[in-house]
């Protein structure tokens, strides 16, 4: 592993990823001391899975307080708020997760409750509990926070928002949560922090009178995007008393940082301010008058029905879309003010009106319906683009130069210019996969990151599906960084001619089939850019694609080096400077790259298939020629020459010690003296000739045509260096 590897390992934090300390049962005796440390990820997977049905399911059959909670000390059990190296005792978790448990008990409809939390942006996950008559669900705060002021925060979040009054005990930091087992547990990898300011001591609701300022919600409940339509379908001048009710409304769908530019598109202000002032004047104006208004001159949610699942599709509070059964759609819909039969039409008109194919993120594909081939394909989210921004980006020009030379960096930042202004422009366009090629420490992976970084932070490790290991690539469709990192490959024919295949195909070809696990094959055009990092000895030369006349210009080949970073990088927290340092100046990268137009003339590519030459390091390229089958053959040939199973002229060169083997040879005659001494079944007479022929052209210093001839085949004149083995 180089240099960077813990600034690489941070690059996509997700919080799953964060680890959580998983406790035996009680049963065993009291512990205070962990059985494992787990990503959250792992342990919500377990309970998803049936890891722990058998137990919860005689936790659910006991009857009785006392046989139910002797039942529920079989179960083990879990503190999602982080990891207690030293045991309970430690009080505060080392370190904090950032997710408190949110446990409501005894609640006469679950599913309701659960539905709930699911509309929270702010919930990562819930689940029902162990005794199948409660909600268990994992709240996210910012990790940098006081764990009990947290505690506050999430108390009174629940109880103003959604009138639900938890057990604080379980919210606290030292609190186990028992396992438990609900195959349809929720998880929100999106989720948002939960704003601290809930901990204050008054309700986020409440309205100070006497010209003081208005405590309101200041984030939204509400998807943006449906609040704009809804505003949309309404006549944007009103009267007075509706256009008074619906600002506020606003304001309480949006909150008050976003409700005044949406009300300001909607419908211009008369007075400067005034929109600032008027959306606090009626308090109590729920975001259901906006709604059942905008129902009434036409406007619906924006509601999808997924044939294969039989749910249904909705956008949540960050307009992304997520999915439903149908009861827990009509509790949604009765957010938005619709009642039973206004949600049922709703329902009934996805269904037959916005019935999906398929639902599939894919990368660089708007959010919302898209028609692909005849089929509807609904993206849930999008591309998560970084906004640009004017500013300077010296750090990261500096490892790029540093990492490359000048002019390998002209070609490379090229590439990128070209492939951010496809990304951000939605128009596909073609281009080369990019490997990097060096030795360990030389930012090859840091780059990588960068790359992700810029193209949305979204990659995909690609080498099982590539190599052919698996023939399923779901997790490719998201991504539009494909990576392939100091991976291995076994370097023979069938392999490399499938990644080189595969390597082809994402270069060029728009349109590219999707084969999730479990669901259908589907064709899309997504924003792919592939890119291999590897080290420059044979193992780890073995992912890269056989290289022949049809692969060359699809592939640029980047030698990498070792350079002084433009900061200290050598400690966790040096390295973590460094990437923040990045991350500031992505957005002006992306801003300057945005605004170039066409590469210089000596950087063009000459068949015009691309907007940018291929670029090939001449010193890694022979080291990857030298390992393909044509070189592969050449030992052979050079192998037999040795032995005497050609008929070979030994000539002195010019006097010198040195003996040449020379031999001339149809690719016929080859054929028929190795095909028994080694030769792969595949190499058979056709295949060697268009070896030979494409070796004269990049080793003629080993083989050269003498004659050519379309009936018996070209004769060539091959030369041994004294018998030596090319590698």
């Not at 949006?254 to 008027?278: C, H, I, M």
């Not at 090229?414 to 073609?430: I, T």
Request: proline share 6%; with cysteine.
């Amino acid at each position: 592993m180089n240099d960077h590897s813990q600034i690489i390992s941070g690059v996509n934090e997700k919080i799953g990823d964060r680890m959580v300390s998983i406790y035996p049962p009680l049963s065993s005796g009291p512990s205070r001391v962990p059985l494992e440390n787990t990503p959250i990820w792992d342990a919500l997977m377990g309970i998803k899975n049936g890891i722990y049905k058998e137990v919860v399911q005689k936790v659910r059959k006991a009857e009785g307080k006392v046989k139910k909670r002797k039942a529920k000390m079989e179960l083990p059990s879990l503190m999602p708020t982080g990891v207690f190296e030293n045991g309970l005792k430690d009080m505060v978790p080392d370190p904090f997760s950032g997710l408190l448990q949110v446990d409501i008990d005894d609640v006469p409809d679950v599913q309701e409750v659960k539905s709930q939390l699911m509309s929270d942006p702010h919930i990562y996950s819930c689940f029902v509990s162990p005794s199948g008559r409660g909600v268990k669900g994992l709240i996210r705060v910012p990790q940098d926070s006081d764990p009990l002021m947290a505690k506050q925060a999430v108390v009174r979040h629940l109880s103003a928002v959604h009138g639900l009054e938890i057990d604080e005990g379980p919210c606290g930091i030292n609190y186990r949560m028992y396992v438990s087992y609900d195959p349809e547990l929720y998880i929100n990898k999106d989720c948002r922090e939960l704003p601290l300011e809930f901990c204050e001591e008054k309700d986020q609701r409440d309205l100070v009178v006497g010209g003081s300022k208005e405590s309101f919600r200041e984030y939204n409940l509400f998807p943006l995007d449906e609040i704009k339509c809804a505003l949309g379908a309404i006549p944007d001048r009103p009267d007075y008393d509706l256009w008074i009710r619906l600002a506020n409304a606003v304001r309480d769908a949006a909150g008050t940082e976003n409700a005044v530019e949406l009300l300001k598109a909607w419908s211009p202000e008369e007075r400067p301010g005034e929109y600032g002032f008027k959306i606090c004047e009626l308090p109590l104006v729920k975001a259901s008058c906006l709604f059942e208004e905008a129902y009434r001159n036409g406007w619906s949610p924006e509601v999808y029905y997924e044939n294969s699942s039989n749910r249904y599709w909705l956008m949540d509070a960050d307009s992304k879309f997520r999915t439903y059964t149908q009861s827990h759609l009509t509790d949604q819909l009765k957010r938005y003010g619709l009642d039973g039969e206004q949600a049922a039409s709703v329902a009934r008109s996805a269904r037959f009106r916005f019935s999906l194919d398929c639902v599939l993120n894919v990368a660089g594909m708007p959010k919302g319906l898209n028609e692909m081939n005849g089929k509807k394909l609904l993206v849930p989210r999008g591309p998560n683009l970084i906004e640009p921004h004017q500013g300077e980006w010296e750090t990261i020009k500096a490892i790029f130069v540093g990492m490359l030379g000048e002019t390998q960096y002209e070609y490379f930042i090229w590439w990128l210019a070209l492939s951010l202004q496809s990304l951000y422009g939605g128009n596909w366009q073609p281009a080369q996969v990019l490997a990097l090629v060096g030795p360990t420490a030389s930012a090859k992976s840091l780059t990588q990151s960068i790359l992700t970084l810029l193209f949305g932070g979204t990659e995909a490790r690609v080498m099982q599906a590539v190599s052919g290991s698996t023939p399923f690539n779901g997790d490719w469709a998201e991504a539009a960084h494909l990576v392939i990192e100091d991976e291995f490959s076994d370097n023979n024919k069938s392999t490399r001619d499938r990644i080189k295949e595969r390597v082809k195909e994402i270069a060029v070809n728009r349109r590219h089939r999707i084969h999730p696990k479990g669901k259908d094959a589907i064709d899309v055009t997504p924003f792919w850019r592939l890119t291999i990092s590897c080290n420059p000895v044979p193992e780890s030369l073995a992912v890269m694609p056989h290289l022949d006349e049809s692969s060359m210009n699809k592939i640029s080949i980047l030698g990498t080096k070792r350079f002084e970073m433009p900061m200290p990088a050598a400690t966790a927290k040096e390295k973590e400077k460094l990437w923040s340092a990045v991350r500031r100046e992505a957005p002006a990268l992306i801003h300057d790259l945005l605004s170039w137009g066409n590469p210089p003339a000596h950087l063009r590519d000459e068949e015009n298939r691309f907007d940018l030459a291929a670029y090939h390091d001449e010193g890694v390229k022979r080291m990857i020629e030298d390992m393909s089958q044509e070189f592969e053959l050449l030992n052979l040939i050079i192998d037999g020459m040795r032995k005497g199973h050609f008929d070979v002229e030994d000539e002195f060169d010019g006097g010198h010690s040195e003996t040449n083997l020379k031999i001339e040879v149809t690719a016929a005659e080859v054929h028929e003296v190795l095909r028994y001494r080694g030769l792969p079944s595949w190499m058979n007479t056709r295949q060697i000739g268009k070896m030979l022929s494409y070796l004269t052209k990049i080793r003629p210093e080993y083989v050269t045509t003498i004659k050519s001839s379309r009936s018996n085949g070209n004769r060539y004149q091959i030369v041994g260096n004294g018998g030596e083995i090319i590698w």
